[in-house]
């Protein structure tokens, strides 16, 4: 099946495009910059797109792709999405909708966005029927962006399916200071 990784050189990223590689995937890797490809982790990839993701031109190359299933990894990790609000807007909230609406374009079977165990308050994790309200814009902007998802999953169709991660497996297959 031909997928769509956004992040695609990141933490997760990089290892989802490895497993699935060797599962017999057509790995489309949507990375921002190019990677340092010294790992052997560019055999994996049959095909790159570089560029920022919020520009037409990245947008267009996506469409011209056509995959089946788009893991969306994009996202400002917790430290920087606390320094400013449009950048957390644009990369945390803006880009996962522009993804979305690519996502019924070229009618995916898959969306699978990649969220964060901050989006949930940790005192209403366990409860039922509680309004879920983060504690810092990190979480928030994860909170809103699983409701755009959900939100286009209930009325366009688009098959979304949203995960919170909690911890991460391994090292980085990349050594990025």
Known sequence: MKILITGANGYLGSRLCQFLSDKGHFIIAACKIKPDFKTG???????????????SKTKNKILETKPKVLIHLVSLNKSDSEKGINKTLRNNIKITWEMLEIGIKLNIKQFINFSSVHAENEETKFKRDVVTSPKNFYGLSHFIRENICNYYNQNYGLNCLNIRLSNSYGEPVFNIS
């Open 41 to 55: 982790w560019s055999d994996k990839i049959d095909q790159f797109i570089l560029g920022d993701l919020s520009l």
